[in-house]
């Protein structure tokens, strides 16, 4: 895969990957010497036009004698820049699903109908084909909808195969793989166990590995696959307790490890450090730097009390093969929310190549593969995503009381939440609307009001409440234990419900927030924010059922000092998953 900043380059990685065949990710001007081994090249779609300068390129010696290329979207529009066809500046561009119908015959076509649903995303498109390409399907809008060159195997796709609106996309990436490149269909990953567990053993030689697990399944499955390479005497795992985890996560964690053979486990109790940090803080990401400082304290103190930093250990991480890669064509994504820090001494064992990470090659669909595959139970496998801040980020801070303003609108709730708008940062207030949620206001009213109002980046309905709105107001509150135990207690309980009533299955993720918005007698909110992504980087907020949703705000409402129950009817963007 040449990537030229799509945000779809890894999709189409895995898709290939999904068929049996290997594929990586490269930048996309990798001179085409280094591809001349490969069996084949696809070229992805971008963001940018062919015609802005420093736009991604290619190395044109690729389509010279190189391997068979399949350009998708930009990739497509770049083949016929390069090979003299003719690329057209869009102004509105193509966005959605459309009727492909095909006008000749083709390899990629094996098995696909004549006419078909695909799902196109462009600006610009290939008004001519280059010399030597015929035109091989086309849509009401796009006459080159698809051109294929097969003496020299070079293909060219408008839309895109990779996306689940391509119903036949499997289908033509298969007839490309195995009918144009003659690609073997030997990517299996429950084979490749024993070439990780021996590549451990060659890395570690005579050394013991340590890891910071968190109970995620990244690192849980990394330090699982050490364990099997060197047997449980060489491999510690450390857990640090911060006090910000969800109600018995440790003890959980601690049950999973015990049960993988764990034989050194270690919990380092750090609760009390953490609160203390983070008392009087109230600004999202003045608590996320004081977490991730204190974390670092932490590890410090745990590399030198178990003496880690000498030269019998070496570090074990679970870094997948998307966080290895520097997307190529786009800009670096600016600031949204700080993720990570470093404590000083495992940069240097990074930098002395003191580390191991068996998973980076491998993307999470086959990460939770390999970890079925060595034992690792699958309620732990198919858990949601949980941030490394934990509920920190989930328990909103107010450093002032303050009333609930009316406007025509709705209520706008004096909080302020943490949102990403053309890749940037808002930090806004929340409208409230008094009405249950409805997909309605999924789909028109929460974009439209977002849109208009510069005051506001998300929007939350009103799933049920002991008090009116007018009635309630923010109270000046920090991150404190007991605050935490409302939240712990309220997080259990959708949990619980979530997994009874099968809604686990069909969300992403299901963050729980606590709001300081309430009355005197009871002076907290909670927010229900399940919502549905592929990655993360975006994502559609869910509905559930009218009727559970009654049943779960009518259980959270039993929780003493709860006054109200919000429900997050944003997508990202314009909001982000997590409110800070
Ligand atoms: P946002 O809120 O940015 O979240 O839409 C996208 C995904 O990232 C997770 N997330 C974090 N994960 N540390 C983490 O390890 C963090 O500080 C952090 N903030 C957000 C979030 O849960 C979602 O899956």
Not at 26 to 36: G, H, I, K, V
Not at 486 to 509: N, Y
Request: proline content about 6%.
């Amino acid at each position: 895969m040449l990537d030229t900043g799509g945000q779809y380059t890894h999709l189409i990685a895995r898709k290939v990957r999904e068929l049996g065949v290997f594929a990586d990710v490269q930048p996309s001007e990798t001179p085409a010497e280094l591809l001349r081994n490969r069996k084949g090249v696809i070229i992805s779609g971008g963001p940018c036009s062919v015609y802005e300068v420093g736009s991604p390129d290619i190395d044109p010696a690729l389509l010279r004698n190189g391997p068979p290329v399949l350009g998708i979207c930009y990739g497509h529009q770049l083949i016929a820049h390069h090979l003299g066809g003719a690329v057209e500046k869009g102004e509105r561009g193509e966005y959605g699903i459309a009727q492909l119908k095909l006008t000749a015959d083709d390899f990629l076509w094996k098995n696909v109908a004549p006419s078909q649903q695909i799902w196109m995303s462009h600006r610009d498109s290939v008004a001519q084909p280059p010399p030597g390409f015929a035109i091989i399907a086309s849509t009401e809008t796009s006459g080159v909808a698809a051109m294929s060159d097969s003496t020299r195997k070079i293909y060219g796709l408008q839309f895109h195969p990779e996306v689940v609106h391509t119903p036949a996309g499997k289908d033509i990436l298969s007839n490309f793989l195995f009918g144009v490149c003659g690609a073997k269909r030997d990517w299996d990953i429950s084979q490749r166990v024993p070439l990780i567990e021996e590549q451990i053993r060659k890395i570690a030689g005579d050394r013991s590995i340590f890891f910071f697990v968190s109970g995620g399944v990244d690192s849980t499955v990394a330090y699982t696959l050490c364990l099997r390479a060197l047997g449980p005497e060489r491999v510690y795992g450390m857990y640090v307790d911060t006090g910000l985890m969800r109600l018995e996560e440790t003890e959980f964690v601690q049950t999973i490890f015990e049960r993988l053979g764990a034989a050194h486990f270690h919990v380092e109790h750090a609760d009390t450090e953490f609160l203390t940090v983070l008392a009087g803080l109230h600004e999202p990401e003045q608590k996320r730097r004081a977490i991730g400082e204190q974390f670092v304290k932490v590890q410090e103190r745990i590399l030198q009390t178990g003496h880690f930093l000498d030269g019998h250990w070496i570090l074990g991480q679970g870094t997948i093969y998307p966080d290895t890669i520097e997307s190529g064509g786009t800009a670096k994504a600016d600031l949204i929310k700080t993720h990570h820090n470093r404590v000083a001494g495992i940069q240097a064992l990074i930098d002395n190549n003191r580390i191991i990470e068996p998973l980076t090659s491998f993307y999470k669909d086959e990460v939770r593969e390999i970890g079925g595959e060595i034992g690792v139970p699958q309620e732990f496998l198919a858990r949601h995503p949980f941030p490394g801040p934990g509920l920190a980020i989930r328990c909103l801070c107010s450093s002032r009381g303050a009333r609930l303003v009316e406007s025509a609108d709705g209520w706008i709730l004096p909080v302020r939440s943490v949102g990403v708008q053309g890749d940037s940062r808002s930090y806004r207030h929340v409208l409230a609307i008094e009405a249950t949620p409805t997909s309605n206001m999924i789909r028109k009213e929460a974009p439209a009001l977002t849109n208009r109002r510069r005051d506001i980046n998300r929007v939350v309905a009103l799933a049920g409440a002991q008090s009116a709105l007018r009635s309630m107001k923010l109270f000046e509150a920090y991150l404190t234990r007991e605050r935490l135990d409302i939240l712990r207690e309220a997080d259990a309980i959708v949990r619980r419900f979530a997994s009874e009533t099968g809604i686990e299955q069909s969300v992403w993720q299901f963050p729980v927030v606590l709001l300081p918005i309430g009355t005197t007698s009871a002076r907290e909110s909670i927010v229900l924010r399940p919502i549905d992504s592929i990655d993360g980087m975006t994502a559609e907020a869910v509905l559930i059922e009218p009727a559970h949703l009654e049943c779960l705000t009518n259980q959270l409402l039993q929780i003493p000092g709860i006054c109200a129950v919000f429900y997050d009817v944003t997508n990202k963007p314009p909001g982000t998953i997590e409110w800070e």
